[in-house]
């Protein structure tokens, strides 16, 4: 194989062939092509692109790099969920269990956390025993006994995404359209469920800035997903704040609790309600969206749906009672507020800067080895467009030490405002379906 002739082409803006796209994802598997020359590829595609038969062809070599996982031994249509992630977004959390709750097998393979958004392993691992590493035939079982799994990517699931993300972080190849559809369609379809649902973030707060490139990818995704034989549909939501009031891994956790017992702050619940119906008509038990919110309604309201996702911790090792005593979960030592230093309407102007917060205390990683602290985080008082006057607590900082909260109140403070005129709300979430 000459990888330069490959390289060459693409950065010529030429089209590659399916056998070019192998030879690249199984070379750099085996060992036999370098990392600088992976990133030469890499910095061509992002700045050229890729046409939509070239991301399918990227997207199914990458998945064929290892295992696929079969699940037809689980009755049902398996369902998965997907986020792009963002500032506080916690719904994966509280959407499983109800879906599974509502009979539809959800069969989770999730990441963690990078940069500013969280991850939901992070955030499930903040619970004392939390494991997330279970075998092929215990992920089977569970999902078959329960109605929900959840487990993070192994070495033998799409190996080949798994060595070009770590890449692509190191040379500022993250955000491509092609290369963000071939990630995170390749480890779905390497899952092995029957269908997809995407949540696709935008904003401030998200990877993609604007609802134009979140569309885009959305539709990509869906194409991909439907040449691959799966059901899709996408749920596009905004990030141009935090969802919900707590930022950070185990104050996230406690919030999509205090979800599953019928208590979600008003935005949370507004993407519950795009979401989870999705999930439940993916899985075939009704093609009615607003029966389908009917019965997600009565899974929250009985209690079905938070005890599904205290068997699932229990399943997974877990201590299941963290869902009625929040002080099981790790403890930050500090605790410090941020208040109004005028009257005014609150004016969340850099979402990801909220997110910053969150590493700033050492809850968030730089790279995906890193050890995080699962207790800090920020409980937000106030939401964007509220009227506040001087001295109301705006946050309040759970951190591990003052000169940690110290560095998070400036970058809090220098990603809002306080000003006299109330901003126009911000649509949260609209449907794109297959």
């Not at 885009?216 to 141009?240: H, Q, R």
């Not at 790790?330 to 005028?342: E, T």
């Amino acid at each position: 194989m000459n990888f330069i002739h490959t390289i060459e082409k693409k950065r010529d803006k030429k089209k590659l062939s399916r056998e070019e796209i192998n030879d690249f994802i199984e070379g750099y598997v085996a060992g036999e092509i370098p990392d600088y020359q992976v990133s030469s590829l890499l910095m061509a595609v992002y700045l050229n692109g890729c046409d939509e038969e070239e991301t399918f062809e990227l997207t199914r070599a990458m998945a064929g790099s290892g295992d696929i996982m079969d699940l037809s031994g689980i009755p049902g249509i398996k369902v998965d969920k997907h986020s792009t992630g963002g500032v506080g977004d916690k719904v994966t959390l509280i959407a499983a269990p109800v879906a599974a709750a509502c009979g539809v097998p959800v069969a989770k393979m999730s990441g963690r956390g990078l940069g500013f958004t969280g991850g939901t392993i992070d955030k499930l691992e903040s619970i004392p025993g939390f494991s997330v590493e279970l075998s092929n035939d215990e992920f089977i079982s569970q999902v078959k006994n329960i109605g929900y799994a959840l487990i993070g990517q192994t070495g033998d699931l799409a190996p080949a995404d798994k060595l070009l993300y770590s890449l692509r972080d190191v040379t500022g190849t993250v955000d491509s359209i092609p290369l963000i559809a071939s990630s995170i369609m390749s480890k779905k379809i390497a899952a092995g469920s029957d269908a997809i649902v995407l949540e696709i973030t935008y904003g401030t707060g998200a990877f993609m800035k604007d609802e134009k490139r979140a569309c885009d990818l959305a539709g990509l995704m869906i194409d991909i997903g439907k040449a691959a034989g799966l059901e899709m549909s996408a749920v596009i939501t905004n990030m141009n704040e935090p969802l919900g009031h707590a930022v950070g891994n185990s104050l996230e956790v406690i919030e999509a609790i205090e979800a599953l017992k019928g208590r979600a702050a008003p935005d949370v619940l507004k993407v519950m309600k795009s979401v989870i119906p999705e999930m439940i008509m993916a899985g075939g038990k009704t093609e009615d969206r607003w029966e389908a919110w009917e019965l997600a309604s009565d899974a929250i309201a009985s209690g079905r749906a938070l005890e599904v996702f205290r068997k699932m911790i229990e399943a997974q090792h877990g201590n299941p009672f963290v869902t009625e005593d929040y002080s099981l979960f790790p403890k930050a030592p500090f605790k410090s507020g941020i208040y109004a230093d005028r009257d005014g309407y609150l004016s969340i102007r850099d979402c990801a800067g909220i997110g910053e917060c969150i590493k700033l205390l050492g809850g968030g990683r730089m790279t995906k080895e890193q050890e995080i602290d699962l207790s800090v985080g920020l409980e937000l008082k106030v939401k964007n467009g509220d009227r506040v006057s001087k001295g109301d607590c705006l946050c309040e900082i759970m951190s591990r030490n003052e000169a940690g909260a110290e560095e998070a109140r400036g970058r809090f403070l220098s990603s809002i405002e306080i000003t006299d005129d109330k901003l126009p709300e911000n649509n949260l979430v609209y449907t794109l379906n297959d």
